[in-house]
């Protein structure tokens, strides 16, 4: 059973969460979250079968009644199957800001425990900067690996390809950024390198971008719903409406998403810090540590802009992104004094 487990994307630290329930374990049935709607969560566990003298997977459904589970979570479910007995916990999460709402703050996670976060931007128009760096926050917040995937690029020169893929890793700092294309293929095997072994890759990005055109070409199969982008803006249609978890061949998973409009911060770490290493590293050499790179005097991030070695939109960003965390702190605090 345990080897099936594995296969499913179970790694040694929830493993040992499992054992806990030791002689339980056969009383109990123990899933990864697929897809969630309206209360209800679709799971897939292992169970024996008579017939064939092995495990196999199946599918089931549970209520999430006082659970709060996410797409890719490992629950524990009664042997009845009604009621999820226990969430385990996350090893990582991506998480957002819900809404928009300046007051309330409450978290969103779009997905659980994950090993690496394909941030998707298509080639077919201008990247957007301030959220790539944005989706890079998240994601490394979420405690999994960011990767930059640039994709459509059979619809560009090669050249514009290239020159895109530059501009990308001049922010996307000590990240992997892929140009591929779902069409013929190209970069796909470079892709797939992330996903072996059982780990899973959650795929976020804009609407119509070809997230869940990257997802069918990965696990070759017509699985996720795709659709035409709008004609003059190439923007997306919303086409897929709700996170959802799919096996890959080789034992690895993708979790396909649906193109968010904002990606509110819900700062849990160093994402910021780790996003924008260049400004951070800089900043360690400002006269004063708690340096706003406004006024103050001996500023290294301002020298840095000024020589021209650092752009000012990446500061101002930065800044920006700062603020936000900030002003989300204290919202969360509000929360919980409440
Ligand atoms: N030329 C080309 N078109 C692509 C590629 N990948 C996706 N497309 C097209 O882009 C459009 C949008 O693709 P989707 O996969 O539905 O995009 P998505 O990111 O899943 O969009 P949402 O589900 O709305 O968030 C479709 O018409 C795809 O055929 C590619 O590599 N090359
Ligand atoms: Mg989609
Ligand atoms: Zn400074």
């Known amino acids: 059973m345990h080897n099936a487990l594995t296969e499913l994307g179970l790694t040694e630290d929830f493993r040992r969460a499992v054992e806990n329930f030791g002689e339980m374990s056969d009383k109990v049935l123990i899933g990864r979250v697929r897809r969630i709607d309206r209360g209800w969560s679709t799971f897939l566990c292992v169970q024996r079968s008579e017939m064939a003298a092995a495990t196999v997977l199946a599918e089931k459904r549970v209520r999430n009644i006082g659970a709060d589970v996410a797409v890719g979570d490992w629950i524990i479910v009664s042997e009845d199957g009604e009621r999820i007995l226990e969430v385990l916990p996350r090893r990582s999460q991506l998480v957002r800001r819900a809404s928009s709402d300046e007051v309330r703050a409450e978290a969103h996670t779009i997905a659980a425990n994950l090993d690496v976060v394909f941030i998707v931007h298509a080639l077919d128009r201008a990247t957007n900067e301030r959220r790539l760096e944005r989706e890079l926050v998240l994601a490394f917040d979420s405690g999994a690996q960011p990767v930059v995937v640039l994709t459509k690029s059979d619809s560009i020169e090669a050249t514009d390809a290239a020159r895109a893929r530059e501009a990308v890793e001049a922010i996307s700092l000590n990240v992997p950024v892929h140009v591929v294309s779902s069409l013929t293929g190209e970069g796909l095997d470079a892709l797939r390198a992330h996903v ?35 004609r003059g803006d190439n923007k997306g249609r919303h ?100």
Do not use: Y
């Not at 649906?258 to 996003?275: K, N, Q, T, Y």
């Open 196 to 230: 072996r072994d059982g780990a899973t890759v959650a795929v976020l990005g804009s609407s119509g971008v070809g997230k869940s055109t990257l997802v069918n070409a990965l696990t070759g199969s017509d699985s996720q719903l795709t659709g035409a982008t709008r």
């Open 239 to 338: 086409t897929t409406t709700a996170v959802d978890l799919v096996p890959l061949p080789d034992h690895g998973w993708l979790i396909d998403t649906p193109g968010l409009r904002a990606i509110g911060l819900w700062s849990s770490g160093h994402g910021i810090e780790r996003a924008f290493v260049d400004v951070f590293t800089i900043a360690e050499k400002c006269r004063f540590r708690d340096c706003k790179h406004e006024q103050e005097p001996s500023c290294a991030v301002r020298d840095a802009v000024e020589s021209g070695s650092l752009s000012e939109a990446r500061v101002a960003s930065m800044r920006r992104l700062v603020a936000e965390d900030a002003a989300l702190e204290i919202a969360q605090q509000r929360a919980t004094r409440r």
